[in-house]
């Protein structure tokens, strides 16, 4: 079961990249909970697909997920990345600043039997996000 699973990770990535929103929807359980780095919880497939992922690629258009590092656990699969991209598009309340990110990211999968995504959390520092897009002071 295990190999399943870190492909299915592998491919929801690459399904972020290429912008394969249904490609990307068809790896998430019905009822998944996925919390995201800020701490909001994305319930189901849609809400994880469009209320998480496709915002970022708003947000910045040219948003890749890359420098994968796949960590096969069985049952889970722990993926690193470095998401990178330029602000071009409003994220959340802050406009749009034009600048660059490289963001280490963390993300811990659960799978169920079927083979999709059950569970999850996200991680990544968000202070340092936001001062390289401008919106905070490094050290505030």
Not at 33 to 54: C, L, N, P, Q
Not at 59 to 74: C, I, K, L, Q, T
Not at 89 to 97: F, N, Q, S
Request: charged share 20%.
């Amino acid at each position: 079961m295990s190999s399943a699973n870190l492909a299915c990770a592998e491919a929801m990535h690459d399904a972020f990249n290429s912008r394969d929103w249904d490609g990307l929807r068809a790896s998430i359980a019905a009822d998944c909970v996925f919390i995201d780095g800020t701490g909001h919880r994305h319930e189901g497939a849609d809400a994880f697909t469009d209320d998480y992922s496709k915002p970022w690629a708003a947000a910045f258009s040219d948003a890749n997920r890359s420098e994968p590092h796949f960590y096969d656990a069985g049952d889970t699969v722990i993926v690193e990345i470095i998401g990178r991209g330029t602000n071009d598009g409003p994220l959340g309340p802050m406009p749009a600043t034009g600048r660059h990110v490289d963001l280490p990211y963390c993300e811990v999968l659960h799978f169920n039997a079927e083979g999709k995504v059950s569970s999850g959390h996200a991680y990544f520092d968000q202070m340092g996000m936001l001062a390289q897009l401008g919106h905070a002071m490094p050290g505030d």
